[in-house]
Structures are given as C-alpha cells and as structure tokens.
T-cell receptor, first 114, second 115 residues
Framework: EAGVAQSPRYKIIEKRQSVAFWCNPISGHATLYWYQQILGQGPKLLIQ????????DSQLPKDRFSAERLKGVDSTLKIQPAKLEDSAVYLC????????????FGPGTRLTVL | AQKITQTQPGMFVQEKEAVTLDCTYDTSDQSYGLFWYKQPSSGEMIFLIY??????QNATEGRYSLNFQKARKSANLVISASQLGDSAMYFC????????????FGTGTSLTVIP
C-alpha cells in the first residue's frame, strides 16, 4: 500500500509570511496526526483528527496555526504568520482506528523561517 | 497526565553486541499501548515494535524485543546483535486507549553503533 504523502518536502520563508503543508494519509486510515519536531527533540503532537473531527488540538498555537481535514482524507496545516521558532520538521502520520494503531509517518516537511 | 521519559540522551554499543534503551511512562489509563520508533538521520520515523498493556508476553520483532515491566511502568527496547545501520534516534511512545488515542513521545535516545 502507498505510504503517507507530504508536500512540500522543504520550505524556506521569511518571518511573518504564511505557509501551508499538505498530507495524504494511507488509504483507509481514520486517524491523522500532525507533529512538530524541533531539531534534537521528540515529535510534539499539534493536532489529531479522527475522520474529519478534531480529537486533540491542545498543543496547537491557535493564534497562528490552523489545520483542517476535509472529507476525512487529506489534511492541510497552515501557519500564519510564521515566527522564527516555527522552524522545524512537520510530520504527518496516520493510523487505523482498530488494532494496535501504530502510526505510519510521512517523510516530513522541513520548514526554515528566516 | 500521560508522560514518557527516556533518560539516556546518547548511547554507544559495539557492533554485534546487544543494547537496552530505557523508557518509563506514566498514565492514568488502564488500557494503553507502547511503541518504539526509529528515526535515522534521513528523518523518517519507522515503527519497530508494539506492546499492549494487557499483553502477557513481551513483544519481539526480529532483533527487537521489548522488556515490559508493568508494575515499574517501564518498556525498555532491547536490540540484539547491533548493526551499523541501527545508528539512529530511538523514540518511545505511548497511546492511551481511554484518552482519545492521543500519542505521546519521549525525547529520544541517540544510538551509535561502533564498528
């Protein structure tokens, strides 16, 4: 089966600009996750969707970050306006609803904010 | 609150030797899952092994095994016969089944395999 797809792979922007990331999960996976991974740290969950509903967005900086998952499939994560501290890798993952629910990760988007 | 702790920022192991990476967790859930992921320098996160909180046997997947001690709330990863390709970051993670299936990751352990 095809893996989790993410685009773009790399993005360089200046502070105060906006940026959007796209994720296509594995077919049939009901749960989708966005993580922020700062260099040298573990992934931090930003938002978790189950189908097209939000399960957890407690660590999403809602003043600048937004995410949506229309029709319960693809998802986009947006940052507006970006800050220097948003420089990180943004990982998308998906999992099934049943069973052990291991997450399958996409290759990530490396964001650099100048 | 859920919490994962990995106390070893970096570990070294001789090729062909076994190594144990530590992970302790804290949860109020009675039912939960524990996971280990590998992240090579290329950046992708690779699922290695899973242990359910009600599993009586320790999980094994090839050269990976999970030393699960429920009373101590520890889920250490054991890699046997280390290979140079095992050099990577290793993350322990937990999912609470009664708390919305949220995942929590530890801070990771950097493993270097020495030839």
């Amino acid at each position: 089966e095809a893996g989790v797809a993410q685009s773009p792979r790399y993005k360089i922007i200046e502070k105060r600009q906006s940026v959007a990331f796209w994720c296509n999960p594995i077919s049939g996976h009901a749960t989708l996750y966005w993580y922020q991974q700062i260099l040298g740290q573990g992934p931090k969950l930003l938002i978790q969707f189950q189908n097209n509903g939000v399960v957890d967005d407690s660590q999403l900086p809602k003043d600048r970050f937004s995410a949506e998952r229309l029709k319960g499939v693809d998802s986009t994560l947006k940052i507006q306006p970006a800050k220097l501290e948003d420089s990180a890798v943004y990982l998308c993952a998906s999992s099934r609803l049943q069973g052990r629910n291991e997450q399958f990760f996409g290759p990530g988007t490396r964001l650099t904010v100048l | 609150a859920q919490k994962i702790t990995q106390t070893q920022p970096g570990m070294f192991v001789q090729e062909k030797e076994a190594v144990t990476l530590d992970c302790t967790y804290d949860t109020s859930d009675q039912s939960y899952g524990l996971f280990w992921y590998k992240q090579p320098s290329s950046g992708e996160m690779i699922f290695l092994i899973y242990q359910g909180s009600y599993d009586e046997q320790n999980a094994t997947e090839g050269r990976y095994s999970l030393n699960f001690q429920k009373a101590r709330k520890s889920a250490n990863l054991v890699i046997s016969a280390s290979q140079l390709g095992d050099s990577a970051m290793y993350f322990c993670a937990m999912r609470g089944l009664n708390t919305g299936n949220q995942f929590y990751f530890g801070t990771g352990t950097s493993l270097t395999v020495i030839p």
